[in-house]
């Protein structure tokens, strides 16, 4: 599954710098897919969805730091756990239970925002 930010954070900024998939983002910031990633153009995700990996797109929240869950693996692939909840001063970085995925697609999103490692 992807990991939240809760509205219990406090705006630190500890986690963004963490994200090996550049998936957090400070809030009102617009995000895009190639962000941190080999995504470029037209591309099909591996959920299936069609998206501008270039173009920009409106932010999750207006008022904390957030993840956006499409470029969320929960470090699967780079580290043990997630970096965002290692270094989460308030523990407000917390698994989301409206995106649950298997380690198994986590790791296949890992593969495709980054073929070359």
């Keep these: 599954m992807a990991i939240i930010i809760t509205d219990e954070c406090i705006n630190c900024g500890a986690c963004e710098p963490e994200c090996p998939n550049t998936a957090i983002y400070e809030g009102a910031d ?29 932010p999750i929240s207006d008022e904390v730091y957030y993840i956006v869950p499409d470029k969320c693996t929960e470090c699967k692939g780079f580290h043990d756990e997630p970096q965002c909840a290692a270094v989460c001063p308030v523990d407000c970085c917390v698994p989301d239970d409206d995106v649950v995925e298997t380690e198994e697609e986590l790791l296949a999103k890992q593969k495709f925002m980054h073929p070359e490692g």
Excluded at 30 to 35: A, E, G, N, Q, V
């Design 30 to 58: 617009d995000w895009r897919y190639k962000d941190g990633t080999s995504l470029d153009g037209t591309v099909v995700l591996t959920n299936g969805k069609e998206v501008d990996a270039d173009e920009a797109q409106e």
